[in-house]
T-cell receptor, first 108, second 113 residues
Framework: GIQVEQSPPDLILQEGANSTLRCNFS?????LQWFHQNPWGQLINLFY???GTKQNGRLSATTVATERYSLLYISSSQTTDSGVYFC??????????FGSGTRLQVQP | NAGVTQTPKFQVLKTGQSMTLQCAQD?????MSWYRQDPGMGLRLIHY???????DQGEVPNGYNVSRSTTEDFPLRLLSAAPSQTSVYFC????????????FGPGTRLTVT
């Protein structure tokens, strides 16, 4: 099946810093989503982005489908950005395959 | 719209007990699925359904049963709970037309002792 790799696995930032999270996938995809899992365990949809670039406030994402990677940018990070960021893809059937996540800690 | 709802939020079972985790969506989505998340890991697919009366196995189906009698509901049954099934369970849904974007419920935290 398709493989999804995320990097870095852990990231510690000072409040106000910028960061880039990367997701590599091993095959063509029909869907790519970025999620934020907050410290209470809730999964929050950030982006649906099988290709192209999208922005939502301080967050933006770019997927280059031909090169099989996606990037999530977080600018001016805040403590509320802490949690785990997951990339998940669909190839073929509709089930999502998740990466192992990037654990982000933003310190005040 | 309530989106995807799950009950209960928390559950403690003894080994060998059975129970049903409930999942419902009000978005008229054809596709629904169940995932489990173990500590420090991403989510893994247990079972999924592409419409009422149609279900199929995912990556980790053993010990779980599903059925889909209506478009709205997709319950997950644990037949004889084992400590290895201690996990957080998420239900998701997506439309069968247009994008493949999936929407997740809040999760059920299950502990089997």
């Amino acid at each position: 099946g398709i493989q999804v790799e995320q990097s870095p696995p852990d990231l510690i930032l000072q409040e106000g810093a910028n960061s880039t999270l990367r997701c590599n996938f091993s095959d063509s995809v029909n869907n790519l989503q970025w999620f934020h899992q907050n410290p209470w365990g809730q999964l929050i949809n950030l982006f649906y982005i099988p290709s192209g670039t999208k922005q939502n406030g301080r967050l933006s994402a770019t997927t280059v489908a031909t090169e099989r990677y996606s990037l999530l940018y977080i600018s001016s990070s805040q403590t509320t950005d802490s949690g785990v960021y997951f990339c998940a893809v669909v190839a073929g059937r509709r089930a999502l395959t998740f990466g192992s996540g990037t654990r982000l800690q933003v310190q005040p | 719209n309530a989106g995807v709802t799950q009950t209960p939020k928390f559950q403690v079972l003894k080994t060998g007990q059975s129970m049903t985790l409930q999942c419902a969506q009000d978005m008229n989505h054809e596709y629904m699925s169940w995932y489990r998340q173990d500590p420090g890991m991403g989510l893994r697919l247990i079972h999924y359904s592409v419409g009422a009366g149609i279900t199929d196995q995912g990556e980790v189906p053993n010990g779980y049963n599903v059925s889909r009698s209506t478009t709205e509901d997709f319950p997950l049954r644990l037949l004889s709970a084992a400590p290895s099934q201690t996990s957080v369970y998420f239900c998701a849904s997506s439309s069968s037309t247009g994008t493949y974007e999936q929407y997740f419920g809040p999760g059920t935290r299950l502990t089997v002792t």
